[in-house]
């Protein structure tokens, strides 16, 4: 089992940067792809970008150039740094984690949830 937190959410202005975390518990973890998805008021969970367990990364083109995902397998951590935030990233972001390490933008690839983080941008 695999435990997900996100943190760092939170309300920002248009132009603004935010970055969040997602800490995951378990002795796997560098071997877990991770992804992060958002879900707006009305409408589908939709994927923002993973990184696999080598580090190759993959985004939504709506945030392609905006955000950058990374991963810190020492902290058991991955990020989502997200630059130049838009009315349009207001949403609740959750962190995903799946067993295997390539990457999938498909929310039903992935094993593990955490509870969301909410991101608030405002104009």
């Known amino acids: 089992q695999v435990r997900l937190v996100e943190s760092g959410g939170g309300l920002v202005q248009a132009g603004d940067s935010l970055r969040l975390s997602c800490a995951a518990s378990?002795?796997?973890?560098?071997?877990?792809?991770m992804g992060w998805f958002r879900q707006a008021p009305g409408k589908v969970r939709e994927f923002v970008a993973a990184?696999?367990?080598?580090?190759?990364?993959n985004y939504a083109d709506s945030v392609k150039g905006r955000f950058t995902i990374s991963r810190d397998n020492a902290k058991n951590t991955v990020y989502l740094q997200m630059n130049n935030l838009e009315l349009e990233d207001t949403a609740n972001y959750y962190c995903?984690?799946?067993?295997?390490?390539?990457?999938?933008?498909?929310?039903?690839?992935?094993?593990?949830w955490g509870q969301g983080t909410q991101v608030t941008v405002s104009s």
């Open positions: 990184i696999a367990s080598g580090g190759t990364t």
């Open positions: 378990g002795r796997t973890f560098s071997s877990y792809g």
């Open positions: 995903a984690a799946r067993s295997w390490g390539t990457i999938r933008v498909h929310a039903t690839s992935y094993d593990y």
